[in-house]
């Protein structure tokens, strides 16, 4: 008899055990994919800071767990909204003491990325979205420095309402400036609605030296 070592089902013929996919065996056979990865990493977080554990949960515990689908589904939104601190939004969940099952919702995203913009220092927000311009260069065969002046106003309001674009550059930048100037009203709704206006005016005249910063880097950017 030939034994799955997943499921421990046994089989008369070996080419019969070869065919088989059980759930334990497909799981381990997924082990590499990028929103496993993820979700794995978020079980880890999840019970180092839950259970104060010093000794990391192992990818066959994570495969054996009740929680295995949630959190994939968690790592499946990760990985397509873009989240580039995935622990700093596992931390926050956690500290907010939201439900698994409600990790994967835009809203408590939504929340993350506007406290985080609020409260991240003036060059790690200007890297993380020069660092984005990047990305979208390189898949747009592009150069970072003409995102303000190729990107559709649509996609542009979607990446500055899901936190691409950090508003110490939207607010700097003379490029970003002239595209926001061509967004429809409702666009120009969904951002003000999206960003605390009243809030980054005072945060950047009160900060008169890393407002000066932020718009002599993005000068020599090109931006």
């Known amino acids: 008899m030939f034994k799955c070592e997943y499921c421990k089902k046994e089989y008369k013929k070996e080419s019969t055990l070869a065919v088989h996919l059980c759930e334990p065996k497909r799981r381990h056979m997924q082990k590499g994919e990028p929103h496993v990865q993820l979700g794995f990493r978020a079980y880890q977080l999840f019970y180092q800071i839950g259970t104060n554990s010093k000794k990391d949960k192992t990818y066959d515990e994570f495969a054996k767990s009740q929680y295995y689908i949630a959190f994939c589904k968690f790592g499946y939104y990760c990985r397509d909204i873009g989240i580039d601190d995935v622990q700093g939004y596992v931390k926050y969940l956690l500290g907010k003491q939201i439900r698994l099952d409600h990790w994967a919702r835009d809203k408590h ?85 999206y960003l605390d206006v009243d809030f980054w005016q005072r945060k950047m005249n009160v900060n008169p030296d890393d407002t000066r910063w932020t718009k002599d880097i993005l000068a020599k950017a090109g931006l």
């Open 109 to 193: 995203f939504t929340e993350w990325m506007k406290d985080r913009q609020k409260t991240e220092s003036t060059d790690r927000a200007v890297e993380r979205t020069i660092i984005f311009l990047e990305k979208w260069a390189l898949e747009n065969n592009s150069s970072y420095n003409k995102y303000f002046e190729d990107i559709s106003p649509n996609l542009a309001t979607f990446h500055i309402c899901s936190g691409k674009i950090s508003p110490w550059v939207l607010f700097n930048s003379d490029s970003a400036q002239n595209l926001i100037d061509t967004f429809s009203s409702e666009q120009l709704k969904m951002v003000t609605n």
